[in-house]
């Protein structure tokens, strides 16, 4: 029953995984879309590609998975234990919620966050899993990724700010017709750059969930029999389950992760694009070009500091700072309040639902 349920949440985690992009694939599209560098069918093969090239950075590169480490951290696994309960069954009901959750404000077209989405659902069944008993999350670290749902777009907000400003004092004897074409073609750079971070931010929260129940389960998985599965001789598949810590993670659950969210991200996410876009203020090349890489290095900052933050927060900033340059009524604040309260909203709200379907899955699981 143990591996069965574990190889429930791989599977409930690459679907989250996929809805992630596909919820997503907006942020790294929205700008290069609205200033018409690429179509939206070429902007969402382009940013697919690079979600998959995060991988190899990550990878190789930067030589660790930071933010898969953290969010693996957020849920005391011997606590839960403790209360009799079942890690298993909270990490599924986090990523049901997580999933419905995303659905839902895909269908409604509000650009919420993915990722607080699957913290609030594991904070959520990890307190449901223990009577409310708040030693079962780990409160440092969903404290600081809740100060980051208001840091994470103020440091975009800035970083757009400033870049932009230095960008126009650069570039302020170009000619306007050469100065666009210019700043589109750095768009496809700065595009490309922020769906790498987009990949290695989100896919490695992902990577953490799998982490978290490879390492609950790990003395079923000594116990299993795979003597008997496919090739077993060949791959001997007990070894690929087999883990010590949150940093020791095995190639295919980041392949896999990275694959989800690049083909996710294929599916687009065009109700989204239009909220993202010229919703928030109207984007111009080198505007887009300025929002978009002051998300990526955001999203570089906050990888570097292994901090999980959310891709939508971050671009969402970026664009206020640059609207915020040429005017403060630039930006539409109706729009932007409205998606302030879906953020606030969105931890306690898959809490909540992951405390129902943690129950729901206890009646049968535990």
Not at 341 to 354: D, E, F, H, K, Y
Request: glycine letters at 8%.
């Amino acid at each position: 029953m143990e591996l069965t349920i574990l190889f429930v949440i791989i599977g409930l985690a690459i679907l989250f995984d996929f809805l992630n992009g596909f919820h997503d694939a907006a942020n790294s599209i929205a700008t290069v879309v609205t200033t018409k560098v690429l179509t939206p069918i070429q902007a969402v093969i382009w940013a697919a590609f690079f979600n998959f090239v995060a991988f190899f950075i990550a990878k190789y590169i930067i030589g660790e998975f930071g933010v898969a480490d953290t969010i693996a951290k957020i849920i005391k696994e011997d606590v839960v234990v403790a209360f009799g309960s079942n890690p298993s069954i909270v990490v599924m009901a986090a990523l049901s919620a997580a999933i419905t959750w995303n659905i839902l404000t895909w269908k409604l077209g509000i650009p919420s966050s993915s990722s607080h989405t699957l913290i609030g659902g594991l904070a959520g069944g990890a307190l449901a899993a223990t009577g409310y008993n708040f030693s079962a999350i780990n409160g440092s670290i969903i404290l600081t990724i809740i100060i980051f749902i208001l840091v994470a777009p103020i440091i975009g907000l800035i970083a757009g700010n400033v870049i932009y400003i230095i960008t126009l004092n650069l570039c302020r004897k170009a000619k306007p017709h050469k100065a666009d074409k210019w700043f589109k073609r750095l768009q496809l750079v700065s595009s490309a750059m922020l769906s790498v971070g987009h990949g290695l931010n989100d896919s490695q929260k992902v990577m953490g969930v799998i982490t978290f129940a490879l390492l609950a389960n790990q003395e079923a998985i000594s116990k299993a029999n795979m003597d008997g599965w496919f090739m077993n001789d060949v791959f001997n598949w007990k070894s690929w389950f087999i883990t010590s810590s949150s940093t020791d993670i095995h190639d295919w659950v980041p392949i896999m992760c990275f694959s989800a969210i690049a083909i996710g991200t294929l599916g687009g996410g065009m109700k989204i694009l239009k909220t993202m876009g010229n919703k928030i203020t109207k984007i111009t090349p080198i505007e887009g070009f300025t929002a978009q890489t002051a998300s990526a290095i955001t999203l570089f900052f906050t990888e570097h500091i292994k901090m999980p933050v959310s891709t939508t927060h971050v671009i969402t900033g970026s664009i206020i700072g640059v609207g915020m340059v040429k005017r403060i009524s630039a930006v539409r604040w109706g729009v932007t309040i409205s998606l302030l309260w879906a953020w606030i909203l969105t931890i306690p709200v898959s809490a909540l639902i992951a405390t129902g379907f943690y129950y729901f899955f206890n009646l049968f699981f535990n």
